[in-house]
């Protein structure tokens, strides 16, 4: 009997009808083992020894393989082709060797697609353990934990409420934070642009005006009203005429099949799917056989494919749109290994697979394949110069045709932000000497627009321009990030929280080397070395060890108000803007409205993160949070009176508590409170007057004439009607929202069940349960968060992160809870009754009053 290892339960279902009787196939679960989640399971001291744990809950699944391995004549690997295949296969391996279940003859084969051909083929070539892939994984696998192990105590000790760091996962916070400075140091400019509307033969088309004067403009020549006034009086007043037209063909290229990257950039464009959405899909449609293997960076297809892609073009399409010649690509991605093929379609002949997400996933990589084979596109571009009689003044049209689609019958590639002047619909044919009617001219104002914040596609794009991290480890790292809350997500845009924020100002502050982008590309270079053979991995281990240790240790020995310091002045263009009156942005404007002297702000840590205070603590009780919207400048968003109510005069407070700043209408008990929402940059009284109204009542529902009503809750803005909710996008939608749209938003909550709200996203995704066989999930719940396999619910202990539960743990916790059996009612038990007991006599008479009134009557008379 021939033992078969690979990962996943259905890939094993369907290698095993492809091998026959002879051979039994299992799954391993994905990875076996892995260093304990403690310190000492690398040990720089010891020539970087590491200790690895079998997983707890694959305890049951290896004995199976230990088992059948003891009764096979030979073990054959077949894990998936890549570093993280290699080191499942090596751990295997290792593993039956100490159980000495290991068979006499053990193979390493590897396949690209799950095919019966390919399968066969590759069983048919075996081969040894990759020794420089494994070592690769080691070094990899060492770094990541030696920097996150050694990183995260201090960044505990030395920054209250941050979560952790890791190599790969701060680069790409950094570059969100980075953008997010790009933004706010970005000053708009205005400009304005004169466009006139003329006319031919009955069709309407726009020219613009490109010379003004005998000068040629450029984007921010018309700087002002004025000047964009004088043009446009002066293009009105003008009799223009053509005087050149250019016509020139344009070739468009199709864009070569997917690489694990550009997978998750044209899914997120396209389909809106986040990057981790994406992998589970395209792993599911691999071990299906659908697609070829997702981990790659190479762009070609084997020949085979290509033979198979170009039949299915000429049976579809005509003898145009298939080139003379394949079309071979090569990649040009930084530290790319092209050891795989693209990710294509197993079979060109089969054009669906697969159903809902995975049928949209599927589609996209089809086409993308099959266009990466057609002809061209060939378009033809027209620009159309029109001069006024003094030749001082220039009108500029431009149109675009496509002549011929040739790939773009089938796809066209997505863009992260389009920012184009041209205009690409037809123009009218026209000759020299022509002259327009002109229909009307308008002067339009502009102002330039900062950089866009990431999305995930461009946040994947650039991490992969610069050589950081790898492809396959993208959606893992991005999920890190917003499960630590340091980034939130708005309209599929990045921002950076203000934990986000804090944590990479520290981490450029006291560790800038190992946050630099060409320092992490760097290491990806190195790493890719030692899968080469050409670095040994001990030797890359020590150099970053030697120096990273000690850095470490320098930093743990400073005093929390040390950092703080440091960090305060590091961010105090940040937090401390010039204010445009020229006063010191330090000065506390709670101590400058009372006149107190030595009121000055600076940055301080505290229980629950960093804050801004004033030096005349405790006498001057004024705070801020760090990075607390709108507060920069003389505008700041500072505590004090916004203003009165304009119907019943009370004065309204704007204040800042524990869990940020907030609204405040009255005192006490009766006192009315509304936190300020972070999508409210503009936030004024007329706001605070509005979230002080709240809940709004929408109107009576058709159906039943119960209220609609709109508020904000602890989730976010909702509707509620008749006990069910729908969830709102924005706060402005609380106020805006209308009778039909509530009643459509209710409709669409209630079909997707439950009490109509949003289903909770879980935390963490973990493998299936080893019993129940269910999907482990992290869910977040009303009393804190719990682990389930969809039939038993675990509340995680209090000292337990929920992002860092581990898969053995979650197993642990569910099986422990369902020991115990269903939770019983609890059932009030009543009150032994008391005993009467006689009173001493004290000679007085009977107050009436009963407990501790009484009893502090009777203390005092005593």
Known sequence: MQLVIVESPAKAKTIEKYLGKDFRVLASYGHVRDLPPKDGSVRPDEDFAMDWELYRDKQSRFKEIADAAKKADRLVLATDPDREGEAISWHVRELLAKRKALPAKVDRVTFNAITKPAVTEAMGRPR???????????ARRALDYLYGFTLSPVLWRR??????????????????????????????????????????????????????????????????????????????????????????????????????????????????????????????????????????DGVQMDGGAISACRKAIADRYDGHYLPEKPRHYSTKAKNAQEAHEAIRPTDFSRDRAGSGDEAKLYDL????????????????????????????????????????????????????????DDDDGLLPVMNKGDSPVKKGVEANQHFTQPPPRFSEASLVKRLEELGIGRPSTYASTIQTLRDRAYVRMEKNRFFAEESGRLLTAFLERFFDRYVAYDFTAGMEDELDEVSGGREEWKTLLNQFWRDFKPKTE??????????????????????????????????????????????????????????????????????????????????????GILGQHPETGEEILRKTGRFGPYVQMGEGKEAKRASIPKDLPDFDLEWAVKLLSLPRIVGKHPETGEDIEASIGRYGPYLRHDGKYAKLASTRDVFDTGMNAAVALLAEAAQRGGRGRAKAEPIKTLGAHPTSGGEIRVMPGRYGPYVTDGTTNATIPKDVKPEDVTEAQAIELIDARAAKGPAKKKTRKKAPAKKATAKKSTGRKSTGKKGSAAKKEEAAGS
Not at 202 to 223: I, M, N, P, Q, W
Not at 246 to 254: G, K, M, V
Not at 257 to 279: C, D, I, N, V, Y
Not at 557 to 570: G, H, M, N
Request: aromatic content about 8%.
């Open 128 to 138: 040894e353990l990759d020794s420089d892939l494994i070592d690769a994984y080691l």
């Open 365 to 420: 990589v089809f086409k993308r394949a099959m266009a990466s084979q057609m002809a061209p596109a060939r378009l033809e571009r027209t620009t159309v110069t029109l001069r006024e009689g003094t030749g001082r003044h220039e009108l500029r049209a431009t149109g675009q045709v496509v002549k011929f689609p040739g790939f773009f019958a089938v796809y066209q590639e997505g863009l992260d932000d389009r920012d184009s």
């Open 159 to 296: 920054l209250p409420g941050a979560k952790s760091a890791g190599r790969v996962q701060s680069v790409a916070l950094r570059l969100i934070v980075d953008r997010e400075r790009e933004i706010e140091a970005f000053r708009p400019q205005e400009y304005w642009s004169v466009v006139a509307r003329l006319e031919q033969d009955g069709t309407e088309f726009d020219a613009r005006l490109v010379r003004y004067d005998g000068a040629k403009l450029d984007k921010l020549s018309l700087g002002d009203e004025g000047a964009a006034q004088a043009a446009k009086s002066a293009v009105e007043q003008g009799r223009f005429t053509v005087e050149e037209i250019e016509t020139r063909p344009l070739t468009r290229n199709p864009a070569p099949p997917f690489t694990t990257s550009t997978l998750q950039q044209e899914a997120a464009r396209k389909l809106g799917f986040s990057a981790s959405h994406t992998m589970r899909l395209a792993q599911s449609l691999y071990e299906a056989g659908a697609i070829t293997y997702m981990r790659t």
């Open 554 to 639: 320098e930093v743990m020995e400073r005093k929390p108000s040390e950092v703080t310091e440091a960090l305060d002045e590091f961010l105090s263009d940040f937090l401390f803007p010039p204010r445009e009156d020229g006063k010191d942005p330090r000065t506390c404007p709670l101590c400058e409205q009372e006149g107190r002297e030595g009121g000055r702000l600076a940055l301080r840590g505290g229980r629950y993160g960093a804050f801004v205070a004033c030096a005349n603590y405790p006498e001057c009780k004024y705070t801020r949070r760090f990075a607390q919207p709108g507060a920069d400048g003389e505008a700041a968003a500072e505590d």
